[in-house]
């Protein structure tokens, strides 16, 4: 059975897949993180649409029959020149602000992502759909993915990393916090326990993970390329150092 496949800078898009092996156990998949050139997020908009189109292309070549663009900065460099360049279905993850921003409450939504997927035009124009834009406001955080493609996932860990970049909000009353990079779902603990140490309100956490698989299963049956029974098999492939990087994946699909 022809594999999906899953594309991320590194390690993050693991939890997308994590959500389609409970969501969609019947298919085989076939991860690919470009470690080698990870993080993204601090890359230039040539460079990261280069890098995308490359690992796409090395999906390709093991016979995928679907993809899933696991990583925000990618999508929202390139998601539509991808389309344009391969012939068989893509799917892509974007962050949840939508939901987000339907929470109830006066209070800010936090969305948090590299610094690319921030500057981006594409996230800002899906931030300008939003009833009140106003209310999102918008948190690079560099550092962040460099400590999770090390291994650290403790609560604790990224409690500097976290201060340098939300300080400025200390005490604010913040109804939400989106997960704009796939990464970030590893280390929801982290925020939380930030969140309940300087903010104000629930800061409930949102991903687009189970949407984005949502999507994909909708994409597979519509094209009928789904497989109907059969169990999970996962192929990880990777640009960095797969002797490292393996048990560290194998151990996020797993969590």
């Known amino acids: 059975m022809r594999p999906v496949g899953f594309f991320d800078s590194g390690l993050g898009g693991a939890s997308v897949l994590r959500e ?41 070549d093991f016979g995928i029959k679907a993809a899933v663009i696991a990583c925000n ?32 409450g006066s209070g800010r939504v936090l969305m948090l992502s590299t610094a690319a997927t921030a500057s981006l035009p594409r996230y800002k124009h899906l931030l300008s759909t939003m009833k009140d834009p106003s209310r999102v406001v918008s948190v690079p955080c560099p550092g962040l993915v460099e400590r999770i493609e090390r291994g650290c996932f403790a609560a604790d860990a ?32 982290a925020f939380a326990r930030y969140a309940s140490l300087h903010f104000r309100g629930k800061a409930e956490l949102f991903d687009g993970n189970a949407a984005t698989v949502r999507q994909l299963g909708r994409v597979l049956k519509a094209n009928n390329i789904e497989n109907p029974c059969g169990s999970a098999h996962v192929e990880y492939r990777t640009s960095g150092d797969k002797a490292r990087l393996d048990p560290i994946f194998r151990s996020l699909i797993a969590r």
């Open 73 to 104: 900065t990618a999508t929202a460099t390139c998601i539509d020149a991808l389309r344009g360049a391969f012939p068989f279905p893509i799917v892509s993850i974007e962050p949840a602000i939508k939901p987000a921003c339907e929470t109830e």
């Open 20 to 60: 389609a092996l409970h969501l969609l156990p019947n298919e085989n998949y076939l991860y690919y993180g470009d470690d080698a050139n990870a993080p993204y997020g601090d890359r230039s908009y040539t460079d990261i649409a280069f890098l995308t189109e490359k690992s796409v292309s090395a999906m390709a």
């Open 158 to 189: 990224f409690d500097d990393i976290l201060e340098k970049h939300l300080s400025f909000l200390e005490g604010e009353t913040i109804d939400a916090i989106v997960m704009g990079c796939t990464h970030y779902v590893f280390i929801k603990k």
